[in-house]
């Protein structure tokens, strides 16, 4: 048995570090309801962020060309103290079908099987997914290693179709065929499985982990939607050569057109496993010239791909496998796996940590700056109006009559002010339904439908690409014509909180602002993606191919998404950014009520005076224990880093004491 990995106690960590965060969140949304600072809309993106938080899962996808010993590497790094050789992997091409190796509490342990037929259907990968029936399932039990390496014989499983059924799948080329030796066969083996599903109560899968397996021979080129929307999603993607053969013709096509550009932008984490090290172990006389000629084939590999020796990994999966299956320490050192362990449970679960709190900062920090705001203001005010109540002289009637006077007129200025604020606010709903009904999703279906019904009678590939970029110009035209609507709404909303700032001092609140750009950008990354594939792939892509159809649908369902995610975060922008300025418009009614019910009291006894202004120092007091438990929450979420306060000039150390200095 192996001993418990670093990248095992990482990915404990993590999970626990994502709860651990989740609850801080809870408590921060329990704090805005107690003292009634929530609203629907902040309370749904708050709920929002704990579910992401946990159900987030860390995705390694492992790529390469066939045979460079994927799916040993995925035994020998996670499954080795099953005492097995779980996944198939033997000499030539094995794992037929992409493999997603995950833990399904609800469901158990099985694996799910899609039939290649299913690559001839419209719906997308990730719907049937959500239809287990359409799967072929097979049950079996985690703790019998037989049972399960049984089953996952099916991950290997082929079956022979004349070369027109392997055409018209989009998996069969005479260009391809030739350079495999396969032109003259009546039929061809093509996988009897599109894709795998398999969940099993493995600790680091129960702790959030998901592996995605792919199969070497030109599946990547063959199922756009495991390029352009597997792979992206993926949080690291290890890439696997061989030693002994050094960076091959077809690894590197499959480096420029699937890795490199993924992970360059900075999107994903990158490891290079140069694998089967122990192949050079017996050509070396000595350990020193092993170790140099190892070292001098990562600088050539390094050079060859254009990246940082840092990112490459020199391994021996199987013998790892083996040293772990046997508990041979010494083995296990000269494997060197622990080197591409330690670099994942570092590096990618760091980075998987900083993509979540960045969303946290994204989608929460607004919140919780509003939230300190809030409390600090309300606590200025309701003390300057208590420490200037305490110092009336209740004696003089004349001067509380005259208060009492000008608190009434100022209550009815306000209550003139919030006639025009419900009135801006229903222009301002006005300019915000015509930015929603710019990014209506029926405005894009319909688009998208036109563009489908052209694409379907070009008869070129470049008639379809003109297509296709028409499609995307029109996308990007109807984002282009919410700017304008954008930059309306934008307007309007800071006018209403510049009066309330200029009338009653209110707080000056920077309204968050929503932008359209980045939604642009990314649909023109897509559509540029979409060409590289269409470029890349090593299946000649007649007109009419699956593939092609195949890629434009998963582009489509793609810039879909994307637009479907302006208007989702767009209505989210719309719902929530008046609300900090609603609180603020409470507030200040309850502090001219609570002036008013101290001047009234005054006049009707001493004690009701006392009475009332014993209340408000109860009251200021409560905001104070507001604000501490603010702080200690904001702590909490925080952790190690100073997400928010680290630019707060309104963090207070010692709130109470100031307080008690003006008593
Ligand atoms: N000598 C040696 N052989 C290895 C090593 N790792 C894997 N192999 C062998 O290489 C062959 C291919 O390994 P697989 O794990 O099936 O490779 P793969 O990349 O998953 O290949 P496909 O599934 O076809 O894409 C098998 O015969 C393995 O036993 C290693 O570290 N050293
Ligand atoms: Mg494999």
Redesign the pocket.
Known sequence: MSNPTSFQDNLFHHARWRRNLGAALERYNTWRKQYSLDDPNSTNTLLGMIENLSSDRVTLAFV?E???????LINALFFGETGIRLLP???G???MSPTELFYDENEGSYIRLLAIETRLEETPLNALKQEPQRWKQINFDPNAPDQMQEAFKELVAVKQVTKAEAEQLGLFDERLAAEYGVENSTHIEIPRWRHALISFPHPLLKEGLTILDT???NALGSEPELTLNMLPNAQAIIF?IAADTGVTKSDMEMWTHHVNKATKAGRQGLAIVM??I??MWDDMTSEGNYQEAIQSQVAITAKTLGVSEDFIFPV????ALLAKIRNEPDLIQRSRIDEIEKYLAQDIIQQRQKILMDSIEKDIGFLVTESFNLVEHNYAKSSKQLAELKQLDFDNKEMIANLVKDTQQQQEIYLDNIAQFKQSREEFALQFSALTKALSPKRVELLIKASKHEISKSLTTHGMKQTMRKLFDDLRELLQDCVESTQATQAMVKKIHKQFHDDYGFQEIEPKLFKIDSYQATLEQLFDDGEDFRKSTRITLTEQSLVVKKLYDTLIFKAYDIINLANKDAKTWGRNVLSPLMHQIIAYKKQLEDRMVVLGSSIESKENLAENLGRLDRELNLIITQRNELNAIVKEIEGETSLFTKNASFLINDISRSYVDFL
């Open positions: 390469a066939f045979s460079r010993g994927k799916s040993e992997s033997t000499a091409r094995t794992t199969p070497g021979l696997v694998n089967k122990d192949l021996s999966a199987k013998q």
